[in-house]
């Protein structure tokens, strides 16, 4: 199987797996996750809580990589060097929310049979909980995030596609089959996804012929135009410009101008970039390719950081937002086989400028 990647993806082959499996962890319950309404789970591999919402206030406590802490309330604070200068008061102080992503705690009720498609029998599905655990079903792993996590895992809003509903008991587990991922089938607790709908994936203005989107990367934000009138804005993340140690990074810019959209996709796995720099996501949900070289719109659940550049090159945006530009724009993708392609002169305009 290929993978599909961003900004020249990443065509990598399965060597280094060698007979490495991936062992089972023990599936955290849903009930253990905080009981509250909203929730946010830590993005980054440790972040400081404070005292106030503000950079330089008393440090009291600290989170790690996945934890889960009760969202109290978003509030306006002060972070040194960000345009982000929203906190979020959890029950033990302030963090940062650009390294919260936003989750909630919806456990689903499994199905027991899945419906037939022209891919075979299957559903596409919606990682509904903060996070769920994996294991494998066809070990060796091939994927690097999976020989590299410690704890792989799916995350809220994440969308895979779901080919077999496996019962033992009470126990029911779901095995998630990646079309474009490197081969590898993971089983993971069927009551974390909720299955998408035919509604949900509805065009939405599709009457309308004069659609085009602009993305500002000197403001950082994403509107869509039917005409001349708005009807859709959002923060995005385009190309970063400086790496984690600081230098120029001219080759994640993303690409200025007018670019058709020409292919579509519910969801794919992303990867590219070196071993030191680069990046291996699986359910990488609604995206919109615009760019030869595969820069695309898409979900995005590794950071809450928008209205910052953080990518190597596409247009990060929050899955809601990403889901909408999705059936929104050319071509349409329907549920079955949730991938679409459309020849040139292509589907709706993505127009990239600065300022």
């Not at 990682?127 to 494998?136: A, G, H, K, W």
């Not at 030869?292 to 928008?306: E, L, M, P, Q």
Request: hydrophobic residues 35%.
């Amino acid at each position: 199987m290929t993978t599909l990647s961003r900004r020249g993806f990443l065509k990598a082959g399965l060597g280094g797996a060698g007979a490495w499996m991936l062992p089972a962890p023990p599936l955290l319950a849903q009930s253990e996750f905080p009981d509250s309404p909203r929730l946010g789970r830590v993005v980054s591999g440790q972040v400081a809580v404070r005292a106030q919402p503000d950079y330089d206030s008393p440090e009291v406590g600290q989170l790690y990589d996945d934890a889960v802490v009760p969202w109290l309330a978003e509030v306006a604070g002060s972070y040194r060097w960000s345009v982000n200068q929203r906190w979020v008061e959890t029950e033990g102080g302030y963090v940062w929310a650009s390294r919260l992503q936003p989750v909630l705690n919806l456990p689903n009720i499994p199905v027991s049979s899945l419906r037939e498609t022209s891919l075979g029998p299957g559903m596409w599905a919606e990682v509904t909980v903060p996070y769920v655990d994996l294991s494998l079903d066809n070990p060796p792993a091939r994927s690097p995030y999976l020989r590299q996590a410690a704890h792989p895992r799916l995350y809220y809003s994440q969308v895979v596609w779901i080919d077999q509903v496996q019962s033992e008991g009470e126990s029911v587990q779901y095995r998630v089959n990646e079309r474009y991922g490197y081969g590898d089938l993971l089983l993971a607790e069927a009551s974390a996804f909720r299955p998408l709908t035919d509604d949900e994936l509805a065009p939405i203005s599709p009457d309308v012929e004069e659609k085009r989107v602009i993305v500002d990367l000197l403001r950082q934000t994403l509107s869509c135009f039917e005409g001349r009138s708005e009807v859709y804005y959002c923060r995005i993340s385009s190309g970063a410009k400086f790496d984690a140690e600081g230098n120029p990074v001219d080759k994640w810019s993303t690409p200025l101008g007018p670019h058709p959209i020409w292919r579509k996709l519910i969801s794919t796995h992303m990867s590219g970039g070196s071993t030191a720099t680069g990046y291996d996501l699986p359910g990488v949900a609604w995206t919109s390719l615009f760019s030869g070289d595969g820069v695309a719109i898409h979900s995005t659940f590794w950071h809450n950081n928008f209205g910052e550049p953080m990518s190597h090159g596409c247009v990060n945006a929050r899955p809601e937002d990403a889901k909408w530009v999705f059936r929104w724009s050319r071509p349409h993708v329907p549920y079955d086989p949730g991938d679409g392609t459309v020849e040139m002169p292509g589907g709706t305009i993505v127009e990239v400028v600065e300022g």
